[in-house]
Each structure stands twice: as C-alpha cells, then as structure tokens.
C-alpha cells in the first residue's frame, strides 16, 4: 500500500538552529500538509500546499516556518530558528488529486526535540 | 469554528472486553468524521470514517463507529478488544472535499487493555 515517507524519525537540535523535516508523498497525491503534536496535546494543523504554494496555515505556522517542494517528490518543512516550544512530533499527510474526498494519509512523523 | 472533544484522556480495558470510544463534535456544515489510532513510535493510521450514508460504519481492525447527528456524536466501538490495541485514539472533523481544508482533531484517548 502507498506510503507517505518522513525523514528524519527523531532529531535533536539547539535551540536557534534551522532544521528541515522531510516528506515524500504518495505519488500521485496533489495536496500536502504539515501537522504537529507537541506532547500530551492534539494535533495541531500547521499548513497546507497545494499547486507549489501555501493553500491555508494556522496561527502557529508564523514567519519561522516555510514549507516548499523542491522537486518532484519531496516536501519539506523548514523552521529556520527553533524555538524549545518547536519540539514536537510533526506529521506529513498527503491528499489525492482534486475531487477525491479529504481522506488523509500521514507519515509515522518525525520527532523534533529542541535543546 | 469546528472543535472535537474526546472527554476521555485514558481508558483501561481487559482484554476481551468491549470497548467504546467518545468523540462529540462542533462543525458549521456537514462534517466529514474520522478515527485514526498512532500506536507508539507509529504516525496515525486510518482507522474508519463517514461522511454520508449509514450512520455504523465498520473500519479496520474489528471497529465500527456510529454517527449520531441529533447528539453530535461519533463514538467509536469494538465488541472485543485485543492487546495490540493498546494505543492513541483520535477523532477528527474535517470538510468533505476542499484542498486547503484540515482536519481538526481531538486531544486523542489512551486505551489501556490489561491481559
């Protein structure tokens, strides 16, 4: 079965370091998102992409966050200087194409653990 | 706004037992409803959901669910639980279709299932 893939699984970072988290979509997907789920919380919508740009984002998505699909295949989250409230499971989902019901696949997420 | 309440954070069940999941929610159209599960170190995984139609769904796993307009409800439901259902439990709302929409999730029950 298609699976959406997340790199890395766990990553440690300083505090005011920059870190990208990557995805890989199911293939024929069109639409992407970014999700995170800070310990002992929900899940939290972070954004959504969709034709190479920003389709909708939340309040937490501010100016430190920035997601982008560099190529064919991937799609990464970048948050250029990580605050200790950053650290979180954050999950890729992926969508398929236009007209097909919202019915998400997510990523096992990748842990961000900010020191 | 749309909001889902999952009013219970743990539950403990032995297994073999029945089980049923709450989930009560807030949305201004018609909602598109959801359980994942995210069993440890795993992303969500879908378990059911509905949008229209009969109100018991039947999902992955032996589960089942049952929409109930008139009290805003989606509980979730397994007549036998097994030990590898010991996981997290989401509810989630969200628009039928619409790219750039998202999901809105619950704050996730714990199920416990003691041997």
């Known amino acids: 079965e298609p699976e959406v893939t997340q790199t890395p699984s766990h990553q440690v970072t300083q505090m005011g370091q920059e870190v990208i988290l990557r995805c890989v979509p199911i293939?024929?997907?069109?639409?992407f998102y970014w999700y995170r789920q800070i310990l002992g919380q929900k899940v939290e919508f972070l954004v959504s992409?969709?034709?190479?740009?920003?389709?909708?984002k939340s309040e937490i998505f501010d100016d430190q966050f920035s997601v982008e699909r560099p190529d064919g295949s991937n799609f990464t989250l970048k948050i250029r200087s990580t605050k200790l409230e950053d650290s979180a499971m954050y999950f890729c989902?992926?969508?398929?194409?236009?007209?097909?019901?919202?019915?998400?696949?997510f990523g096992a997420g990748s842990r961000l653990t900010v020191l | 706004a749309q909001s889902v309440t999952q009013p219970d954070i743990h539950i403990t069940v032995s297994e073999g037992a029945s089980l049923e999941l709450r989930c009560n929610y807030s949305?201004?159209?018609?909602?598109?409803l959801f359980w994942y599960v995210q069993s440890p170190g795993q992303g969500l995984q879908l378990l059911l959901k509905?949008?229209?139609?009969?109100?018991l769904v039947q999902g992955i796993k032996g589960f089942e669910a049952e929409f109930k307009r008139s009290q805003s409800s989606f509980n979730l439901r397994k007549p036998s639980v097994h030990w590898s259902d010991a996981a997290e439990y989401f509810c989630?709302?969200?628009?039928?279709?619409?790219?750039?929409?998202?999901?809105?999730f619950g704050t996730g029950t714990q199920l416990k299932v003691e041997l």
């Open positions: 293939s024929n997907h069109l639409y």
């Open positions: 992409f969709y034709n190479n740009e920003i389709s909708e």
């Open positions: 989902a992926s969508r398929e194409p236009q007209g097909g019901a919202n019915v998400l696949t």
């Open positions: 989630a709302v969200g628009p039928y279709t619409g790219g750039g929409n998202k999901l809105t």
């Open positions: 509905y949008f229209s139609g009969d109100t």
């Open positions: 949305y201004g159209a018609t909602p598109y």
